[in-house]
């Protein structure tokens, strides 16, 4: 789910008996031109293929209400590839294993691919359909060759479960999916596979699923971070969307009752495709009323959930892959078994729906990203539309062109690399100018006003002519133009924007014609030049900058910031530039560093300005614990999931911004230098309550506390805290708790 609130069940369940509920769904007759070899008119089930309890020895879906009921990580695994392994050699049916990389605490992260032996033999190798559909995704196959396409090759989708480890019936029901896929016999089934490669993702989260916790070891909620993909186990799996997109995305998710399937309340964000908007709507939505009709189950739509901001499992899989993405809700009050029952039925019903429909949904799916580049190519914001009978009225459109995204390659490099590097692992397309290019129409972020100006040779451009061109705009744009005046939860996140990539922006008119540009795979703007030189220059205007000055003091080398601006080499510094002594460097090999943070770095004869040395920082990460908290980087075994920031021992409360800030710093920003608790300190390390009280801010020379919304309540803490801060150390608070303590009154 995505937050804690209890929804309405629309329709009231009748209370059928649950066997009555798992016994499988009469399969429809064949639509199929022709039924497949083999295949037996009644259904049947291949006694090669094993059931869920012969492997787990637990019948599926054993528990009682709530999330207790699930079966760990290990035994989902176990069912998958001892499946797999039954029909290796199936005339039948056949499934490969994928792997994308490992858990935070980990774990493998793995899917599986399903289909006839013809189909799997022939995704990656043969006629080579996966990379068919992604090249007709990126642009590289045409629409006509995809249209061609459409009945001679298998539609891929997407089946996977929530990222959220505390709402885990999904596992169990995808095991069930892949067994009815896998051992029936009958002609509708048969047709399935020979139609369609299921992509079957049973665990994204299995930190989270095995602790039984929402989020990610580092305590972030992985629903929230699909499109940023800060948290490993996102980072890893949707840069696979460029391998093997899919015509749907089931993230099948838990709330707290009845059950929730699209169409999705309004807004839909505009940039989301008539496609996905009508296969949701039109084709999905009605075959899941009609499945859940049929067996008088509890469920609601229209309602609730929005597709709106493009950092969930359904918007970002919509916009990302042309998926119909989607969200599934199933309430934790009724007992495990019925959860999982739900979630295999929607999931069935989807599948039914598209096999059925199969030409004219992959029509639509080669469509879909022609139709962007033409969108692209006129500068067109796709309209809003309203998708909810019950929404009025639509409170505005997009108001103005947008004909594609420059980026400077001057400012900012360390930070914009890694966006434009993140773009392209999408399947974005990044091109770099070829000359100075005098463009009208360039509007810089947040001036709200277009104007002539002279774009530099360099400058990294992104034309909405492109087949993500949706996908941009929605991550890019700096007004996502609500069609009604409210979301479910933030109205957007314009990446540029929100790390400061300030003197980029967009074009609101064409670039002129023949300008010459040349696509690339890499930026690459870190770098030495003149690194001989007796001082070595760099910007700090980005975070990775500021980051390697850090890593630079903290090897002992001396680093200055200028004073005052200045110009070397055609290039002007402004105040801050980091200024290194090169003498100092040692063994230390700053154009690697240079390189990793994509960071350029200039030599010059001298300091060409007063500067001031920095100080090597020794960083407090504050904890209201009095033991440093169970987390990825101080795994306590004591916890009971050791190593998972939402767990603890008793006594350590409040540690998920703690865990957060920790992430932030040393993962994601990188700065080294961080030491555990039994350590002594580097430059960074857990402050607690304890050492708080105990003044070792100011008696072991740290320069800076950070608190992330920890409390520190009046008492010995707080009084060395103004300690602290009186005798010049840095206090940096965040959120509510993190403020200073309250002024004594004079
Ligand atoms: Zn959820």
Known sequence: MRSPSITIARVLALGLALAALFAALAP??????????????GVGYDS??????????????????????????????????????????????????????????????????LSTPDNIDNLDAGRKDAAFWAGVRDGSVSEAAGLAAVRSRPAPAWITSTPHGAEPAAGEAIARNLYELAARTDCWNAMRLRDMDFFLLPVRNPD????????????????????????????????????????FYIDAHQTGNGYFFPPNEDPV???????????????????????FDDQSIDYFNFQTYDLFVPEYGDTVPSLLSGAAGMTFEKGTSEVY?????????????????????????????????????????????????????LTEPLKQQPSYDVCGYFFRADRHEGDTVALIKHMQAQGVHVYTLDTNVNAAGVREFGTGTSGVQTLPQGTLYIPMNQPLKHWIQAVFGEDPFEPIEFFYDVATWSYPMHRGLAGSGFLTSQLPPGTLMT????????????????????????????????????????????????TSGGRSFSTGTALVDASTLGGVDIAALAAERETPVTGLDGYPVAHHPMVKPKIGVYSQATS??????????AAPSPGHCATQVGGVVGAADYCVALFTLTDKIGLPGYTISSAPEGMLSTVTATELGAGDLVTKNYTALLNANQSIPAGAGATALQAFVNAGGTYVGTLANGRPPPATPA
């Open 28 to 41: 429809a007759s064949s639509l199929a031109d022709e039924d497949p070899a083999g295949c037996t008119d």
């Open 48 to 113: 090669a293929i094993p059931t869920y309890q012969d492997v787990v020895g637990r019948p599926l879906g054993d528990g009682p209400t709530g999330n207790t009921g699930r079966d760990l990580t290990s035994d989902i695994y176990k069912y998958f590839r001892a499946v797999k392994d039954a029909t290796a050699a199936s005339p039948r049916v056949r499934m490969l294993e994928k792997s994308y990389g490992k858990s935070v605490l980990g774990q493998d992260l793995v899917f599986w691919v």
């Open 208 to 247: 989270g699923r095995d602790a039984i916790q929402r989020t990610s070891a580092w305590t972030f909620d992985h629903n929230r971070d699909f499109g940023t993909q800060n948290q490993i186990e996102n980072g890893s799996f949707l840069p696979v969307f460029k391998q093997y997109p899919g015509v």
């Open 269 to 291: 964000h505009h940039e989301v495709s008539d496609f996905t908007v009508d296969y949701i709507g039109e084709m999905i939505g009605p075959a899941l009323r009609q499945a």
């Open 337 to 389: 078994g019925k959860q999982v029952y739900e979630h295999y039925l929607a999931i069935n019903a989807t599948i039914d729906v598209t096999a059925q429909n199969k030409p004219s949904i992959l029509r639509g799916w080669v469509e879909q990203w022609a139709e962007a580049v033409r969108q692209g190519e006129q500068c067109d914001l796709e309209p809003n539309e309203l998708v909810s009978p």
């Open 519 to 566: 696509e690339i795979d890499d930026p690459a703007l870190g770098g030495v030049n003149n690194g001989a030189k007796p001082v070595l220059a760099f910007e700090t205007d980005s975070m990775q900058a500021l980051a390697m000055a850090f890593e630079l003091l903290e090897k002992g080398v001396d680093v200055a910031r200028a004073r005052d601006a200045f």
């Open 628 to 637: 440093a908290p169970n987390s990825p980087l101080e795994k306590n075994a």
